[in-house]
């Protein structure tokens, strides 16, 4: 029996390396299709969100399963536990990545955003994907160096993200009222991707260490 539940757990770490894989392509896919007005791009991004949707439910419903047969205790308890929250997580990463695609349908044949944006969501954009792929091999090798790399990684979104704002609100902001609706939301979407990502970095490094800080320490 303790065979199966350590069988178990794995799988659980398995469906979780799974999901952020396919987070990682969605935002690929969105930056892609933002970047470059490309629809098709962006019907794939929203059309896969579904498969997240439906690995993250999966997860959920054996990690549930194991609480309440297995009933683990200590390090196995908060590998359960903390399984259940980092796919939430993940899963709420799809939603945004499929925010981004929807707002590059709305515009289509259009460019999402003005001219004198385009550089500071071209940056953000490629830190989310480097963000992405950071905590797919966190959750894959247990490698406590991407957890600071998505620290550092959501720091420079913050400052991005800050400087958005900063422009939209400044006297010589001149983009049309739908613009600047666009870059208001989707700046908020690329920050909160970044979030998310180090939530679950966290949760990772209190699994590895034991030790739960407010923030990772950089190296």
């Not at 539940?5 to 398995?14: I, N, R, W």
């Amino acid at each position: 029996m303790r065979e199966l539940f350590q069988a178990d757990l794995k799988s659980l770490g398995d469906q979780l390396v799974e999901i952020a894989g396919l987070v990682r392509v969605a935002m690929e896919r969105a930056r892609e299709a933002v970047e470059t007005a490309d629809v098709e791009q962006a019907e794939q991004v929203i059309s896969d969100d579904a498969r997240i949707d439906t690995l993250q439910n999966t997860l959920d419903e054996k990690a549930i399963e194991l609480l309440a047969l297995q009933a683990p205790v200590a390090t196995d308890l908060r590998t359960v536990v903390g399984s259940l929250r980092m796919s939430t997580s993940l899963e709420r990463m799809g939603d945004l990545a499929r925010h981004i695609a929807q707002l590059t349908r709305l515009r289509y044949p259009e460019l999402v955003f003005p001219e004198s944006r385009r550089e500071s969501f071209s940056r953000m954009a490629d830190d989310c994907v480097k963000v992405a792929a950071a905590l797919e091999q966190l959750l894959t090798e247990h490698d406590l160096d991407y957890a600071r790399e998505i620290v550092k990684l959501n720091n420079e979104i913050n400052e991005l993200h800050a400087q958005n704002f900063k422009a939209v609100a400044a006297a010589d902001w001149d983009a049309t009222a739908p613009q600047t609706v666009d870059v208001s939301l989707a700046s908020r979407y690329f920050e909160r991707f970044a979030d998310h990502a180090v939530s679950v970095s966290r949760k990772v490094t209190y699994l590895l260490t034991g030790e739960w800080e407010p923030t990772i320490p950089s190296a």
